[in-house]
């Protein structure tokens, strides 16, 4: 059976597998995108944000810690959203949707943030122009996305510790069965052009990009820290609706 989507979270089994996997201490989410993210994002104190693809709102219980004015979490899995509302205990907002049929309100958000959500949409153009819809004039979309080295080649996607990658069919487009956790989990590659021009045509002004260079003080030892300046393992964008 192949998951699309959030679909997958809320497979128990493999739910409970992933928070595990996603919140132990040498996550690379913690070490690699968790700062690059944040130094994009810059000072939110006072905005009101929407994040697409909250999952748990681990982001979004650091954001009101922030200060931002107003956080609400859209996500498609319910497992997510229970564990969402439950972690923001009414400080913030969830609500569950997928990212295709969430109506976004105009011109309402100061920032929209997705992490490691968009390469799990198909049409993701159509959902970059509903962002830019939604964001008040000024407003930016940040997110992350998995690098795009590793989704060419499910040979590069593969789980525990690497000491080579295989990149192939770089500049082929499209869907991804990834063997992940145990189930078969569809993604969407994309080339760092096809993001940068999809951005362009929703009518974002791409303000920069980062590639979550790896950052010695962030990790306990040397030998992880090399491990990890290997290879690329996210790519984010900061944009914005001018």
């Known amino acids: 059976m192949e998951y ?5 979270y809320d497979n128990k089994e493999f739910y409970d597998h992933y928070m595990v996997r996603r919140h132990r201490n040498e996550s690379p989410n913690k070490l690699i995108e968790n700062p690059a993210l944040f130094d994009l994002l810059g000072d939110i104190g006072g905005l009101s944000i929407l994040d697409l693809g909250c999952g748990d709102a681990s982001l ?40 295709e049929e969430y109506e976004y309100p105009p011109n309402t958000f100061d920032r929209v943030i997705s992490q490691l959500v968009l390469h799990y949409i198909e049409e993701v153009e159509q959902v970059m122009e509903k962002v830019y819809h939604t964001l008040k004039p000024g407003g930016e979309f940040v997110f992350s996305v998995q690098h795009p080295v590793l989704t060419a080649s499910v040979e590069s996607m593969q789980g525990g510790k690497r000491s080579n990658w295989i990149v192939d069919n770089y500049f082929s487009s499209g869907k991804r069965n990834e063997p992940w956790i145990g189930e078969d989990v569809v993604k969407y590659h994309r080339t760092i052009e096809d993001y940068f021009l999809s951005l362009q045509r929703a009518g974002f002004e791409i303000q920069t990009l980062r590639e979550g260079t790896p950052r010695r003080e962030n990790f306990e030892t040397k030998e992880e820290y090399e491990r990890r300046k290997r290879i690329p393992l996210f790519l984010l964008f900061s944009c914005k609706k001018p």
């Open 4 to 8: 699309k989507g959030s679909s997958v």
């Open 60 to 99: 979004g219980e650091e954001l009101l810690m922030r200060n931002c004015s107003s956080y609400l979490g859209i996500d498609g899995s319910k497992n997510m959203c229970e564990r969402a509302a439950d972690k923001l205990e009414g400080s913030g907002r969830v609500q569950h949707s997928s990212l």
